[in-house]
């Protein structure tokens, strides 16, 4: 087996691309939920379900378009797509979870 040689996981082209569209897409969402939260009860619920769906769009067109403009292979794609947006998403609602336990304390 010297000759044998399993390269590591590797990413796909434009990685860090991927994640700055995340990183900037999970940061306008939880500033414009938190400012929504501020505006009372109901609005920041709203909010909260528009820019998620917004949010749920706006990363399947971009892996469209990701899919459109570089080959990449599939199997890759998909681990690192969902990667970042299970990431993203539960970053987001530890966020939110943490800013309505701090309302509910008051």
Not at 34 to 46: N, R
Not at 47 to 71: D, N, P, Q, S
């Amino acid at each position: 087996m010297a000759g044998y040689y399993h390269a590591p996981f590797e990413l796909v082209p434009h990685f860090w691309l991927m994640f700055a569209f995340y990183a900037v897409l999970t940061l306008v969402l939880v500033t414009t939920i938190s400012l929504g939260q501020s505006w009372g009860d109901g609005a920041g619920a709203q909010f909260f379900l528009i820019f998620t769906i917004v949010k749920l769009l706006a990363c399947m067109g971009f892996a469209l378009f990701y899919l459109h403009a570089y080959t990449a292979n599939s199997a890759h794609f998909l681990v690192c797509f969902f990667y970042l947006y299970l990431l993203n998403t539960v970053f987001e609602v530890y966020i939110l979870l943490s800013n309505l336990r701090l309302q509910n304390k008051t």
